[in-house]
Nanobody, 118 residues
Framework: QEKLVESGGGLVQPGGSLRLACAASGFAFSWFAMSWHRQPPGKERELVAATDSTGLIKKYEDSMKGRFTISKDNVKKMLYLQMNNLQPEDTAVYYC???????????WGQGTLVTVSS
């Protein structure tokens, strides 16, 4: 059973920080590229950040550059998203995604809600 479980969401004030975590099980995590996506209320799901299977190559959407950091730990089978200087516009359900390089297998987590508000 391929599974991703996000955690770390919650309520934070503008300017605050959160660290999201994604725990993987049931598949060869080290062979998969990973990414974070988010879906604000009433809006389309969008890519936040992505990393290759090694965790060495990373990319970010422009609005997240300089504030968000994605990291992949292939020993612990964990994916993280460090979010700094959070703003109300960052409020969304954040999802973890695993993508196989040489197959069509895609695994999504259940999502974790991040609310940025005073």
């Amino acid at each position: 059973q391929e599974k991703l479980v996000e955690s770390g969401g919650g309520l934070v004030q503008p300017g605050g920080s959160l660290r999201l975590a994604c725990a993987a099980s049931g598949f060869a995590f080290s062979w998969f590229a990973m990414s974070w996506h988010r879906q604000p209320p009433g809006k389309e799901r969008e890519l936040v950040a992505a990393t290759d299977s090694t965790g060495l190559i990373k990319k970010y959407e422009d609005s997240m550059k300089g504030r968000f950091t994605i990291s992949k730990d292939n020993v612990k089978k964990m994916l993280y998203l460090q979010m700094n200087n959070l703003q109300p516009e960052d409020t969304a359900v954040y999802y973890c995604k695993a993508s196989s390089r040489n197959s069509d297998l895609v695994v999504w987590g259940q999502g974790t809600l991040v609310t940025v508000s005073s």
